[in-house]
């Protein structure tokens, strides 16, 4: 190795570790898409309006929508992996593409990634609540005007007046009918509705007592009484995106619902504002577990230097100063 390459070297695994440790630092650059369009509910999108939007493939097939969070994460609903959590080699994420079936060439390094972890929440036990997911990706994707992350949500006080609020995915157009080509990504308005009036509507055409809760702990509903606009099979784990003040956040993750557009069944949703110390907490440590092994990496590279200086025509960084950078 030329000394020229160390120092950059150095910087690099400086910086990899920066980003990483900073992880939140592109709350700056999240729930900003870089379009004007508007589009009405249920019709065809661009990914560019959606660039949080990612397919989460089983082998090469559409499984489930998902988020992108962070340049290394995507959330997803936990029930996408059933009993295949545990083999992240046959999963992968795609993003930056209007189709579900994306061209050969675009399934590139640029647009998708291998999944190196699946975190699914502690407190999932197979079904609903706490139907939510981490998924790390093998390694970070490029950001560009088609790829960029969605904001979390705070806090639960976000979701007052919440107005423009979207879902997207590449799911079911109808209970018995898969999306045709050219597989393009679709998004509805959905209004998001309370806790009680769900519960309440979820009750309709059954003999369940009320004292008998169907929506509760993190669930969040969001639809119409007429069923007219939903979210169907395919479109689980994608995300409900909700403008606020100007950016957008995720502020649920598509989980169940009974049947798609039947009426007094809206969708439900995780509600993602409930995870975000789960969140973060999951990313943080996960990235802090690195901070050992580049540590370990670094002090090869100093042993390295110090073996070799005799011979090296001119220090370009001293291991006092090295020491220093570090710290
Ligand atoms: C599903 O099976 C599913 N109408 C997702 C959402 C809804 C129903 C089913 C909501 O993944």
Same mark, same amino acid.
């Given at each position: 190795m030329g000394w020229v390459s160390l120092p950059l070297l150095l910087s690099l695994l400086w910086r990899v570790q920066e980003h990483s440790i900073q992880a939140y630092e592109w709350a700056t650059v999240?729930?900003?898409?870089?379009t004007h369009e508007r589009i009405l509910g249920g019709q065809d999108t661009t990914q560019s309006q959606w660039p949080w939007q990612a397919s989460l493939k089983y082998k090469t097939h559409h499984w489930c929508g998902a988020s992108l969070i962070h340049s290394s994460w995507v959330l997803t609903a936990a029930?996408?992996?059933?009993?295949?959590? #545990? /083999?992240?080699?046959?999963w992968r994420v795609q993003l930056g593409?209007?189709?579900?079936?994306?061209h050969k060439l675009s399934f590139s390094f640029l647009h998708a990634r291998r999944v190196s972890r699946i975190i699914l929440h502690?407190?999932?036990?197979?079904?609903?609540?706490?139907d939510i997911a981490l998924v790390k990706l093998q390694s970070p994707i490029f950001f560009m005007r088609s790829i960029l992350p969605i904001c979390l949500?705070?806090?639960?006080?976000?979701?007052?007046?919440?107005?423009n609020c979207w879902v997207t995915g590449?799911?079911?157009?109808?209970?018995?009918q898969v999306l045709g080509k050219p597989w393009y990504l679709k998004a509805a308005k959905l209004p998001i509705i309370d806790q009680e009036t769900c519960d309440k509507y979820y009750h309709?055409?059954?003999?369940?007592?009320?004292?008998?809760?169907?929506?509760? #702990? /993190?669930m969040l509903c969001a639809g119409f009484e007429d069923g007219s606009k939903d979210a169907c099979q395919g479109?689980?784990?994608g995300p409900l995106a909700c403008e606020v003040n100007g950016s957008w956040h995720?502020?649920?993750?598509?989980s169940w619902g009974d049947?798609?557009?039947?009426?007094?069944?809206p969708s439900v949703f995780t509600n993602v504002s409930l995870h975000t110390d789960w969140i973060l907490t999951t990313i943080n440590s996960s990235t802090f577990s690195l901070i050992p092994s580049k540590l370990v990496v670094l002090l090869t590279l100093q042993l390295y230097y110090v073996s070799l200086e005799p011979i090296s025509?001119?220090?370009?960084?001293?291991s006092d100063q090295c020491g220093h950078d570090l710290s």
């Open positions: 999240c729930g900003q898409p870089q029930h996408c992996f059933q009993d295949l959590a #545990d /083999d992240p080699s046959v593409s209007q189709s579900s079936k994306s502690p407190y999932y036990l197979g079904w609903p609540p706490k949500p705070s806090s639960i006080n976000e979701f007052k007046n919440l107005t590449w799911g079911k157009i109808k209970e018995n309709v055409g059954t003999t369940l007592p009320l004292f008998i809760a169907r929506i509760y #702990d /993190d479109d689980s784990g995720l502020i649920g993750i598509v049947g798609c557009g039947r009426p007094f069944r025509q001119g220090a370009y960084l001293r």
